[in-house]
């Protein structure tokens, strides 16, 4: 069992930053792909960005590709995501999520522990 706690989220200018954190229990990041996903009202869940098991390799999907960051501490067991030149498309609700088993995925149906969501609003 794993519980995952984002944290992070705000309101934030547009060309602006913010860092989101998901916190672990229960179990170490190591042992797992990492995901962040993102879903905006009306929209489906869509991936964002995820590193792999061993930290190594790192994807990220078009959208954002350049302006956000995907990293782990594992120390503090924690996942972060961080966003630069923020733009309102990103406005949406942000989850930190993990996939036991299998390697790198972006479709959300094969992560399997999900956290809360932390609520990321961009302001144009």
């Known amino acids: 069992q794993v519980t995952l706690v984002e944290s992070g989220g705000g309101l934030v200018q547009a060309g602006g930053s913010l860092r989101l954190s998901c916190a672990a229990s229960g179990r170490t990041f190591s042992g797992y792909v990492t995901g962040w996903f993102r879903q905006a009202p009306g929209n489906e869940r869509e991936f964002v960005a995820s590193i792999t098991r061993s930290g190594f390799s790192t994807y990220y999907s078009d959208s954002v590709k350049g302006r956000f960051t995907i990293s782990r501490d594992s120390a503090k067991n924690t996942v972060y995501l961080q966003m630069g030149d923020l733009k309102s498309e990103d406005t949406a609700v942000y989850y930190c999520?993990?996939?036991?088993?299998?390697?790198?995925?972006?479709?959300?149906?094969?992560?399997?522990?999900w956290g809360q969501g932390t609520q990321v609003t961009v302001s144009s």
């Open positions: 999520a993990v996939r036991v088993g299998g390697g790198w995925a972006d479709g959300s149906r094969e992560y399997g522990y």
